[in-house]
């Protein structure tokens, strides 16, 4: 009763930021993001029914707490409570926890390894359900390339689900590149910050009310493979997520001097005419959405903003999937 699963970590585009029903993990707002090749996460489920406790390892580190107790509680949801307990292993090929949508990749690889390895055979459909109740943007890392997550509607767990609008072969030449400024975990954790944000902050309603709009010009973009429009919404609705954010109380501050200058950076590039528009998720690593042909350009400006240890791009990945399964 063993499987290992791959996962890539994905970016939103059309930011997801605050939850209608934090039970079931449901979003408050659609959202659309692009699954990311290279940035990927291994997972390993052992079931036995000798053990008689959970264990999870990340990254050779034996972690207990919190972080075992979510495992534990998402195993309880794909395999049910009367499961075998399990081993865990997990590598990620990319910083953990520091705003590059690790827990993205990590509960998707986690819930297509734990469904085989318990001999369950689901669809993209129901994967992508139960991966977003163990982290809300799993749900579109069961999937490649461009990806749409709906609302949900409060108490309904399975009304909100990832659909794929555009396969990774669709746009080839689309490329993310992406500063990374630090390598640690962030100091306030994703559900934290938005559970905060939606409490505290008066710009939450309004981010609320904005973002069905962006949904819908950033789908019209990605139809027509229209670049400059679907940056210009990429690029708007970051800024809003973190507005929203910045004026919580207390703030919720994940942007860095590196994140600012980084967004300068890019707008700059674009004024002398290279496509690139700036993102950026609850973390401080300024990113850039822009064409095959530009990401030497964008890469080698974003490496020279203060305080970006290095550069990755990455192409439209592929969605999770199922590397091993045996008795």
Same mark, same amino acid.
């Given at each position: 009763?063993?499987a290992?699963?791959?996962?890539?970590?994905n970016?939103?585009?059309v930011?997801?930021?605050?939850?209608?029903?934090?039970?079931? =993990?449901l979003?408050a707002?659609?959202s #659309? !993001?692009?699954?990311?090749?290279g940035?990927?996460?291994r997972?390993?489920v052992? +079931?036995? $029914?000798?053990w008689?406790?959970?264990? #999870?390892?990340? =990254?050779?580190?034996?972690?207990?707490?919190?972080?075992?107790?979510?495992?534990s509680?998402?195993?309880? $949801?794909?395999?049910?409570?009367?499961?075998p307990?399990a081993?865990?292993?997990?590598? =990620?090929?990319?910083?953990?926890?520091?705003? +590059?949508a690790?827990?993205?990749?990590?509960?998707a690889? +986690?819930?297509?390894?734990a469904?085989?390895?318990?001999?369950?055979? /689901?669809d993209a459909?129901?994967?992508?359900?139960? &991966?977003?109740?163990?982290?809300? !943007?799993?749900?579109r890392?069961? /999937?490649?390339?461009?990806?749409?997550?709906?609302?949900?509607?409060?108490?309904q767990?399975d009304?909100? $689900?990832?659909?794929?609008?555009?396969?990774?072969e669709d746009?080839?030449?689309?490329? /993310?590149?992406?500063?990374?400024?630090?390598?640690?975990p962030?100091?306030?954790?994703?559900t934290?910050?938005? =559970?905060h944000?939606?409490?505290?902050?008066?710009?939450?309603?309004?981010?609320?009310?904005?973002a069905? *709009?962006?949904?819908?010009? &950033?789908v019209e973009?990605?139809?027509? $493979?229209?670049?400059?429009?679907l940056?210009?919404v990429?690029?708007? !609705?970051a800024?809003?997520?973190?507005? !929203?954010?910045?004026? &919580?109380?207390?703030?919720?501050? %994940? /942007?860095?001097?590196?994140?600012?200058e980084?967004?300068?950076?890019?707008?700059?590039?674009?004024?002398? *005419?290279?496509p690139?528009w700036?993102?950026?998720? &609850? *973390?401080?690593?300024?990113?850039? #959405?822009t064409?095959?042909? %530009?990401?030497?350009?964008?890469a080698?400006?974003?490496?020279?903003?203060?305080?970006?240890?290095?550069?990755?791009?990455?192409?439209?990945?592929a969605?999770?999937?199922?590397?091993?399964e045996?008795p």
């Amino acid at each position: 009763m063993r499987a290992l699963a791959e996962a890539r970590t994905n970016i939103a585009l059309v930011k997801y930021w605050g939850k209608c029903d934090p039970q079931w =993990n449901l979003p408050a707002v659609p959202s #659309l !993001s692009l699954t990311l090749d290279g940035l990927t996460t291994r997972t390993e489920v052992w +079931l036995d $029914r000798q053990w008689t406790a959970d264990s #999870l390892i990340v =990254n050779d580190v034996a972690l207990h707490g919190a972080p075992l107790e979510r495992a534990s509680r998402h195993l309880d $949801r794909v395999l049910g409570p009367t499961r075998p307990r399990a081993r865990v292993t997990s590598w =990620n090929s990319f910083p953990t926890a520091s705003g +590059l949508a690790s827990s993205a990749s990590a509960f998707a690889a +986690l819930t297509v390894a734990a469904a085989a390895a318990g001999g369950l055979h /689901l669809d993209a459909e129901r994967l992508s359900i139960l &991966a977003r109740q163990g982290s809300g !943007s799993a749900a579109r890392s069961i /999937l490649g390339g461009i990806v749409v997550l709906g609302v949900g509607t409060p108490g309904q767990p399975d009304s909100a $689900r990832a659909t794929q609008l555009c396969a990774p072969e669709d746009w080839p030449a689309l490329r /993310l590149v992406l500063g990374i400024v630090s390598e640690e975990p962030k100091d306030t954790p994703s559900t934290d910050g938005m =559970n905060h944000t939606a409490m505290t902050s008066p710009y939450y309603g309004p981010w609320l009310a904005a973002a069905p *709009g962006d949904l819908r010009q &950033a789908v019209e973009a990605v139809k027509k $493979r229209d670049l400059e429009a679907l940056g210009t919404v990429a690029e708007r !609705s970051a800024l809003r997520m973190h507005a !929203s954010a910045l004026a &919580a109380d207390p703030a919720v501050v %994940y /942007l860095r001097g590196a994140t600012v200058e980084g967004l300068h950076a890019i707008r700059a590039l674009r004024a002398a *005419g290279v496509p690139a528009w700036f993102t950026c998720d &609850a *973390g401080p690593h300024p990113k850039a #959405l822009t064409d095959a042909r %530009y990401v030497a350009q964008v890469a080698a400006a974003l490496a020279r903003v203060d305080g970006v240890r290095r550069t990755l791009s990455a192409a439209p990945g592929a969605g999770a999937r199922l590397l091993e399964e045996a008795p």
